[in-house]
């Protein structure tokens, strides 16, 4: 009886277990990024993240920053992270700016190889996400890096493909901007 009942609550857990993440593969012009989204502890991020992807918004998109130790003049705290946005021409579809899920209501960090979106304001995200190389404390909740100190929206990390990461990281650029931007052919869902 005893095994019977461990069973059942094993079953009964593990099918929510598989919802609480999605797994995403980026095809990007310097290889492929897979990442696995946190939907338990970020679920609006995740769906406005989700409906770019379902929308194929990110097809034809670019990595057009990054942000390396050496290309931040003027800013005492320093990180390493690349970004990217949806395609160009598309930007007049961008949807509304969703609310900020601060890591200290998630639970998530910035750790090297966390996707989060980028904003300037709190409550100001739409479609930009980037990537850490490297703990990047300094982006999580009462960090430094943003004068607000409500830091940014982590929501899911890299699970293969980090030295495409690096790779797109160390690609040619003046100051920020990566020249040519890095070309996302693809953003699709594994999962489904």
Do not use: W
Request: proline share 7%; charged share 25%; hydrophobic share 40%.
């Amino acid at each position: 009886m005893k095994f019977s009942l461990l069973c059942l609550a094993v079953l009964t857990v593990l099918p929510l277990r598989a919802a609480e993440t999605v797994r995403v593969l980026m095809v990007t012009g310097l290889g492929e990024i897979e990442v696995e989204l946190f939907s338990a502890q970020a679920p609006g991020t995740v769906q406005n993240f989700l409906r770019y992807v379902d929308g194929g918004f990110y097809d034809g998109g670019v990595f057009h920053r990054t942000v390396t130790p050496d290309n931040q003049p003027g800013q005492t705290i320093r990180i390493e992270v690349i970004q990217a946005g949806t395609n160009p021409a598309r930007d007049a579809e961008d949807g509304p700016p969703i609310a900020l899920e601060r890591t200290r209501d998630t639970g998530l960090r910035h750790h090297d190889g966390a996707i989060s979106m980028a904003r300037l304001e709190p409550d100001s995200a739409t479609s930009d996400f980037f990537i850490c190389i490297g703990d990047q404390p300094e982006l999580d909740f009462d960090g430094r890096r943003n004068p607000d100190g409500q830091g940014f929206a982590a929501f899911g990390r890299v699970i293969r493909g980090m030295e495409v990461v690096r790779a797109i990281q160390r690609a040619p650029s003046q100051m920020q901007k990566l020249i040519p931007p890095v070309t996302i052919h693809s953003i699709r869902r594994l999962d489904k």
